[in-house]
């Protein structure tokens, strides 16, 4: 437990700190390796049910001095969600650890309970740790690791042999959907769900250096056990990005091969077979390492192979985690610099990337082991099908595109206004600790506003939502008065590159494009075909240069000649008549840096 404890006084001291400790309820610390508390049965190609994971990480709590189980608000099922928090100076508050100079490393497992590797290796993970099983218990000199046990317990508890039709192990495990069977890997920012809020909270007060979210895939079939899917690395500030590109990246794959495991990147192919080459898909904030992303953290998703066997997918990201950790415990003065400086800088960047594309010219040569992808004859119904030749493996080199070109940027302004009656919105932008201030009386500004031009929405639901996948924009200058009570949020955080994505309309996953703004696009002011006339025409005789525009309008557009209604909706649309709330977007931009009535 103290190294600096010579071997001389240790025995009085283990004796002293023992009869503490018995006192304290019996928890335990040593320096010797101990017996392993939690039984798995990972061999036995089963999972953990959620009341085991809980039970064995409340057993950790009780027996090791150095871990602490809390919990962060409900989850939509009702079950509270766990954090266990392991530090070897019990700083087990996020205000009290970031008095030390420890580095934090958060691992999520569990968000979609069928791809369970995580929640079994994360148990093993903790228990060796705090048992100081080959000296494991160092980890914990420089880092605090926090551990959400199962994020969809929803999910979890809704368990079947029957719910991934392709995957065989482990015998039984959970369900993809939350409890309002929502898909929590989409839910980061638009936080529909209250594992999301919890989430948020753990997140934004531990603010983790280090952040893993762990997963299985099933899109492809090759002999390697695990892939990584790292956040776009051009999206994080230098020099962080290239010490997590250069330095963190490239010891997680040497780490994973010494241990045996073949890690190589998720499998996106770049054209129709990954011998063309593969691909890292630009993460945006709906998904885990894209929403972590966005606060400097360096972030990985693991996907585990979903025909190997159970045990070796187990131990694969077990390896994975404590690659991770030692990392980040070896470098952990580094880090804090970096991720200090990053924020620095991202609190004064005033141009952000909102959208992201791979960059094809930009590529690495890897290794890559496969099985040749042949059309077959089903089994099952007897037509052609696609599928994997296990019998022809093969080993070759290809293209690794994991680098990203900005499609899209923005200038952010120096501040944003968001009026009150959004509050989905400021209840979001709070759980972020997003730093806002409150106008302390009604307020005429100068603003630039953004008119909605255009906007395409999917047809279909997509997690309870239909997004709007093509926004355009035009922007006007004008007078507004903001009312009292309303919201000023400067762009000079650390929080930055999150508010600009969520407040921005062209944003990928913005509010505006989860439809949190929908009511602006319709029209509650209309026209009366034959009430309207009496103005319609008062105006067209005081303005006859419009007249004549509209005149121009009824010759040249087929739609026009001969329609009353649209003739008519000519004039209320390109007048003042026009609904002045439609497709006008509520949140306002002020582009320079003025006093304000806020607090
Ligand atoms: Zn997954």
């Known amino acids: 437990m103290n190294s600096k404890i010579t071997s001389m006084n240790r025995t009085h001291f283990s004796l002293f700190f023992l009869s503490l400790l018995i006192l304290a ?11 392993a508390l939690v039984a798995l049965r990972y061999e036995q190609n089963e999972t953990v049910t959620y009341d085991e994971a809980v039970r064995f ?25 766990h954090l266990f928090v392991m530090d070897s100076d019990k700083h087990f508050t996020p205000e009290s650890a970031k008095q030390t100079n420890k580095r934090i490393v958060l691992i999520n497992n569990g968000i979609h309970p069928g791809e369970p590797e995580g929640i079994d290796a994360s148990l093993m993970f903790a228990d060796d740790i705090l048992r100081n099983k080959d000296g494991m218990r160092r980890l914990l000199d420089n880092t605090i690791i926090c551990i959400i046990p199962v994020y969809n317990i929803g999910g979890m508890l809704n368990r079947s042999a029957y719910h991934r039709t392709g995957q065989t192990t482990p015998k039984e495990a959970g369900h993809r959907g939350n409890a309002k069977n929502l898909d929590l890997n989409r839910d980061f920012v638009k936080m529909d769900t209250k594992n999301a809020k919890a989430f948020a909270e753990i997140f934004r007060l531990w603010q983790p250096d ?26 994080l500030p230098e020099p962080l990005a290239t010490f997590y590109h250069d330095s963190l990246i490239t010891y997680l794959y040497a780490q994973m091969a010494n241990a045996g495991f073949d890690m190589i990147p998720y499998v996106d192919y770049w054209n129709t077979t990954p011998k063309d080459g593969i691909k890292l898909n630009p993460q945006t904030p709906r998904y885990s390492t894209g929403y972590t992303g966005l606060f400097n953290s360096m972030s990985f998703m693991t996907e585990n192979q979903i025909y190997a066997n159970y045990p070796d997918r187990v131990h694969s990201v077990y390896h994975f985690k404590k690659a991770l950790v030692t990392f980040t415990n070896e470098h952990s003065d580094r880090i804090g610099k970096l991720r200090k400086e990053a924020d620095k800088f991202t609190s004064k960047q005033k141009e952000f990337v909102l959208q992201w594309d ?26 052609p ?19 990203h070109i900005p499609v899209k940027t923005v200038k952010a302004p120096e501040y944003y206004i968001l009026p009150q009656a959004w509050e989905e919105v400021v209840e979001r932008l709070s759980i972020n600790r997003t730093d806002m201030k409150r106008f302390t009386k009604d307020t005429s500004v100068t603003v630039q506003r953004y008119i909605i031009k255009e906007v395409k929405t999917s047809p279909y639901k997509y997690n309870w939502h239909r ?6 924009l035009d922007i006007a200058t004008e007078k507004v008065v903001v009312r009292e009570g309303d919201y000023l949020i400067p762009v000079n955080q650390p929080a930055n590159k999150y508010i ?28 009366s075909s034959f009430g309207f006339e009496e103005n319609a025409l008062r105006y067209l005789n005081e303005h006859p240069d419009f007249r004549k525009e509209w005149e121009e309008a009824i010759k040249n557009d087929t739609s026009l000649a001969g329609n009353h209604r649209a003739q008519l909706g000519y004039i209320y649309q390109h007048t003042e008549w026009a609904d002045n709330v439609t497709k006008k977007y509520p949140v306002l931009r002020i582009e320079e840096k003025i006093q304000l009535p806020v607090k």
Not at 57 to 81: F, R
Not at 358 to 383: A, C, N, Q, W
Not at 506 to 525: A, H, K, M, Y
């Open 358 to 383: 791979v960059d094809s010219t930009r590529f690495r040569m890897i290794r890559y082991k496969g099985y040749e992808g042949e059309t077959g004859i089903s089994p099952v119904t007897g037509l």
């Open 467 to 472: 997004n709007h996948t093509h926004v355009e």
């Open 500 to 527: 600009v994505e969520m407040l921005e309309p062209e944003g990928q996953d913005s509010f505006f494009r989860w439809n949190f703004f929908d009511p602006i696009l319709e029209e509650r002011e209309y026209y």
């Open 385 to 403: 099908r696609f599928g994997f030749n296990r019998e022809k493996p093969y080993d070759t080199i290809i293209p690794y595109y994991e680098r």
């Open 57 to 81: 990480y409340q057993l950790l709590d009780n027996h090791y001095s150095e871990a602490k189980l809390l919990t962060y608000g409900k989850t939509d099922v009702g079950k509270p969600l």
């Open 25 to 35: 309820g019996c928890k335990q610390s040593s320096d010797n390796e101990g017996e």
């Open 210 to 235: 280090v952040f893993l979210d762990t997963h299985t895939t099933n899109g492809t079939d090759h002999p390697q056990v695990i892939t990584l899917i790292p956040f776009q690395t051009d999206a």
